[in-house]
Every structure is written in C-alpha cells, then in structure tokens.
C-alpha cells in the first residue's frame, strides 16, 4: 500500500463530540470523511461509501465496535482498508484487539494528542510502513485505570461468556428487526457465522410460509414477553424450536431480545419419560463476580464516566433479563456454598422472596426427604473442583430433579463460588 493516497475515511462513535473532533482533523487534512454514530450505522453507509480507512468507537450501542470490526475483516473488499479503533476503557481492557483485525488502536485523551495518533497512523500506513512496531496501544501517557470501569467490563465478560455457552440461541435486534448480536447456539442454528447474521432482518432467516407471522409478533409492541413455539411448530434448519420475545426498554434505547430453545428431544422424550431421564442439556457455564454494590458505585461515578459506561450498565440489565427468564432453578453460590443470588424461578419455586435466599446454605434447597448423599452435585464439585450432575428424586416434596453444580474459577483458577441449577423431570 506505499504512496497510496487516502481520500475516503469513515468515522464510526456514538459520541458527537469525538465524531465531530476527528472529522475535522481528517477533513483538514483534505480527507472525505462521512460518519457514523453507531456500527449498525456504519454497515449501512459502507453500501454506497468505499472507505480507504474506517476509525472506530469500541464501546457503542447497535453493534460494538470489536463485532464491527470482524465484520469488516470478514468481506473481501476490506482487507486493504486501515481499521483503527480509538478506546475509551484502554486502560481498563486488557484485549488483543489484533484478534478481530485492527490494525492500530489509540486511547481515547486529550483531543489534539488523539487526533495527532489518528493522523501519524495514515500517514505511515499510506507510506506502507508500521506505526507502531508492536501490539503497543498509542495514547496511553497519562490514562489510568477507573475501578468503576473495570468492574463493569469484567461484568460485561461473564455476561458474554455466559452467552457463548447458553444452550440456547440469543438474538439482540432493533425495534426494526435488525440483528445487531447473537451467540454461537444462534449461528448454530441458522447455519450462518455472526458476520452474516450481523444487520441482517431476522425474520427473513427463517421459511417464507414463516416470515409473515414472525413479523407480526416482532414488530407490534411488546408490553411484556411473549412464547412462540410450544403449541405450534416453528422448524430452523431441521430443529424444533421455542422462541421467548422479550422487549428491552432503557432510557434512550429500545431493543427485542430473543431466545431460541432448540425442543426437539423434548418432544422426542415425551414419549420415552417413564423409561428414561432426559439428557440434561449443556449447562450454563458462568464466570460471575460480586456485583451487588455497582448500583451504588454506578450513582457516584455515573457523571464521570457516563459515556464509557452506560452500555455496560445496559448489558448488567440485560443479563439480569436473560438470568429470570430461565424456567430452570438456578442459585448463585459463594465459594462456602452460600447462596447470594437466586432467578424468579427458584423463588417461585419455593413460594418465597429471591431476598428470603441470601445468605443460607444451598442444602436448604433440598426441601423434599431426600437422604443426603456424596454423590448431590455440589458435594461433588466443591470436593473435586469439577462439574457435577445428579438426578436427586426428592428434591422438593413430590418432585425429582436433575441438578448440576458448576464451580466458577478467577483469572488465577482459584474457585470464587459456583452456580447451581435445577430442572423438574417431568
């Protein structure tokens, strides 16, 4: 790429002042430059716009920037396009951000100093030289870590993790019916990589005879959420499946989550319960951390760092949404099996508070005459630091239930808890 003459740059952040500082510096320069206040945004202006050089947010809302980037690195036409992202949470993230394509990545600080990083970065790579030499972030004199963003980035990871490894499919779209974020059991089932799923109409991934009703349910509002499925049969790529619609409303953005239960061995096993215990599907694996006190933490620092932080305060929602809308009965334990957080399920349950849990030991859950056993899986896990899972027959009085316990491991491997789960054989 030497001498090649920069003309086209699109600048991708959901802040006006930063989209206005950088588009200045570029336009003085004597770059086009066109905007982008969000990823979803900039996948659309990219149809009629063919970019020499995109910078980009990675915090945004309607596609992050990380996803934007890897769909940018996925379609041919840009493996010659420069892809620098500029950070806000630098400090706070420790990421590769080579993994998904970018080739320079600069701290968001003082305008001038950022501005001149952007700058030296075109002109080196028009000049067909490296900037920087190294995997180094530019712009990092003078940033420090804020405990406020950390703590919620590390909240937004266990929230991600727990995603990539939910059995079901989870959707993020648009009022409009735009994707804008699925985990992997969704590419899984409609047989197509998150680059593909990305801005595309999700009812149009399913059959034709289905489109027409799907839109119905997505797109009239939602007050509460909804069940497609159970009674009438939704097929995707030869699985059975049973869809929850659930509106997300927050202050400035509205969104439509939906997740997607592949039921066709349910269905299946209907026929086979009094002979044989349903396979438990893949447990939800969680890497969580203590979050009680970032409501409080939120109130003091939200003025500081609003910019950075409100996306992460909606994902914290979101997986608060995700945890109670699960039918299993699900409790949170400290590493001394001590309960700290149960879903709506669970308290349902046992016709009680999820606040009446707090503190007790998890045996308390084992309400039916059920003899104590080595085998109850979290005697198991807390002994073998391992997944455990056991059919208990009287878990509750008159019921039987298949439970797992899952130790939940730091950075370091030291377990700080695990997350216990229970379904009714029916």
């Not at 030869?238 to 929850?244: A, C, D, E, Q």
């Not at 086979?272 to 620092?301: A, G, M, Q």
Request: with cysteine; proline share 3%.
């Amino acid at each position: 790429m030497a001498d090649k003459k920069m003309r086209n740059i699109l600048v991708v952040d959901n802040s006006p002042v930063i989209l206005k500082l950088v588009s200045h510096a570029l336009e003085r320069e004597g770059h086009k430059v066109a905007t982008a206040e969000n990823g979803l945004e900039a996948l659309k202006i990219l149809e009629s716009f063919k970019p020499d050089a995109i910078v980009t947010d990675l915090i945004m809302p309607k596609i992050s920037g990380d996803i934007f980037c890897q769909i940018i690195r996925s379609r041919k036409e840009y493996n010659d396009v420069l892809l620098v992202v500029l950070s806000a949470v630098a400090a706070e993230w420790g990421f590769n951000y080579k993994a998904f394509g970018v080739d320079v990545c600069i701290a968001k600080g003082p305008a001038q100093k950022m501005c001149q990083h952007v700058l030296h970065a075109l002109k080196h790579y028009q000049a067909g030289t490296d900037h920087q030499g190294n995997d180094a972030i530019l712009g990092m004199d003078g940033v420090y870590k804020r405990e406020i963003t950390t703590e919620l980035l590390s909240a937004k990871r266990h929230f991600e993790i727990t995603l990539e490894h939910m059995t079901d499919g989870f959707v993020e779209m648009t009022t409009a019916a735009q994707i804008i974020y699925t985990n992997k059991q969704a590419e899984h089932f409609f047989n197509r990589s998150r680059e593909e799923l990305v801005s595309s109409i999700f009812y149009n991934l399913f059959p034709k005879k289905l489109q027409l009703r799907l839109a119905r349910y997505v797109k009239k509002p939602l007050n509460s959420p909804i069940d497609i499925g159970e009674d009438e049969i939704i097929m995707v790529n030869g699985f059975r499946v049973l869809m929850k619609i659930i509106p997300v409303r927050e202050a400035e953005q509205e969104s439509i989550i939906v997740l997607i239960s592949d039921i066709s061995r349910r269905k299946e096993l209907e026929q086979l319960i009094t002979d044989h215990l349903r396979n438990l599907e893949e447990t939800i694996s969680l890497r969580t951390r203590e979050y009680l006190n970032i409501n409080k933490i939120l109130n003091d620092e939200i003025k500081k760092h609003a910019a950075s932080n409100e996306e992460l305060v909606r994902v914290i929602h979101q997986f608060e949404a995700v945890l109670d809308s699960s039918q299993d009965l699900i409790a949170v334990l400290d590493c001394h099996m001590k309960i700290i957080r149960v879903n709506v399920a669970l308290a349902e349950a046992y016709h009680s508070s999820p606040s009446s849990f707090i503190g007790k030991h998890c045996d308390t859950l084992i309400q039916g005459n059920a003899a104590h056993s080595e085998e109850w899986p979290h005697t198991v896990a807390a002994q073998e630091n391992r997944l455990a899972s056991h059919l208990i027959e009287h878990y509750l009085p008159g019921k039987a239930m298949y439970v797992s316990c899952v130790p939940i491991q730091d950075d370091g491997g030291t377990c700080v808890g695990y997350v216990q789960i229970a379904r009714e054989i029916r």
